[in-house]
């Protein structure tokens, strides 16, 4: 279960783009899973849960993986039983459909750990 | 060029031990990197730096690892050519040898992954 969204390719949005409105960020949040919300219609947030800290590192390591194959970076925090996320598109100074993509991408990822 | 701190046993200080005081976590901070800092005699905090994402996600395997075979997990962030890592020993509410140990394999891990 996991959003269409998920399918779209991560496509930088260009150094002159617009970063996404509130409206906009709302209805692409409605996309994603509960692990996200929207912070100051400038980033996107997630917590993802885990049972232990190796399933954490490992889910970390799949983020990693993502993040360089998209060349799309995220912050990225682990603790045990506990990975954030905070991600924005540095390059607009704020959230492009890209940030959504990757997001909706992780939540697949997290899907695919947990089966 | 690592503390011979990084060669001592992590050793859980047991939940009736005492916390470090100021002067005793001084005299380990000594013992450490320039990438650590005792903050409020409670816990460590280090920010370790890399050349791009994927070194920094290496080291955090890296630390990952041992925070596994220690069975002692620090909280790490991981972003774009930085690591920080902060630590402290839950069980005394503040800081033991053990963390200072810890902080001083971690130093060793950097080293050796920038060789």
Request: with cysteine.
């Amino acid at each position: 279960m996991s959003s269409p969204l998920a399918d779209e390719p991560v496509e930088p949005a260009g150094d002159d783009a617009e970063p996404l409105d509130g409206d906009e960020c709302a209805d692409y949040l409605d996309e994603l899973g509960d692990a996200w919300e929207v912070v100051d219609d400038h980033h996107l947030e997630a917590s993802y849960e885990f049972p232990d800290f190796e399933t954490a590192l490992a889910f970390t390591n799949d983020v990693g993986a993502l993040a360089e194959e998209e060349w799309h970076h995220p912050d990225i925090s682990l603790s045990w039983g506990e990975v954030g996320v905070e991600m924005w598109s540095h390059e607009v100074g704020g959230l492009t459909e890209a940030d959504f993509v990757m997001a909706a991408r992780m939540d697949r990822l997290y899907a695919d750990a947990g089966e």
